[in-house]
């Protein structure tokens, strides 16, 4: 049975991986490559801890020639549509560019080298000279705040748009 919950039974496809506590209560690591699902997860998770710093950020900080706006939400909308397509455009080329082209779940993982969320951009050494086990601890922190920022960011969406009111 399931670490996390108990009434259900540990997904086997999890064991080994960092910052596995069994829980998959929708059976994904069944259906889905978990390699693919811990690419998602990181990217996921990295996306919204930049979110949450932008998005109380915002509140503060105004860049030159843009309207201040209380809520975030409404953020998007002073800048237009055609800064946010620019945004998804190359967020698109970025992906296509760190996959070499694989961009779909078969193709992502075609080199069987490939570790999940390694784009092989490490300018400040944090990875070099680390042990395996100083490796994983890295990696498992990296998850746990990305699974918190998830969290985080989806709270502070909610509550701008149930209450109408800025974040702090």
Known sequence: MSKSVPFLTAPANTKGWVGDV?????????????????????????????????????????????????????????????????????????????????VTMETMFSDPKRVPGDLGFDPMGLASGKSEAEMERMQLRELKNGRLAMLAIGGMIHHNWIFGEPLF
């Open 22 to 102: 069994e829980f998959d209560p929708f059976s994904f690591s069944e259906n889905f490559d978990m390699k693919w699902l811990r690419e998602a997860e990181i990217k996921h998770g990295r996306v919204s801890m930049l979110a949450t710093l932008g998005f109380w950020q915002q509140q503060y900080v105004t860049l030159p020639g843009m309207t201040p706006v209380t809520d975030s939400n409404l953020a998007p909308t002073v800048v237009g549509v055609g800064a946010m397509l620019q945004i998804i455009v190359w967020m698109g080329v970025l992906e296509f560019w760190t996959n070499k082209g694989n």
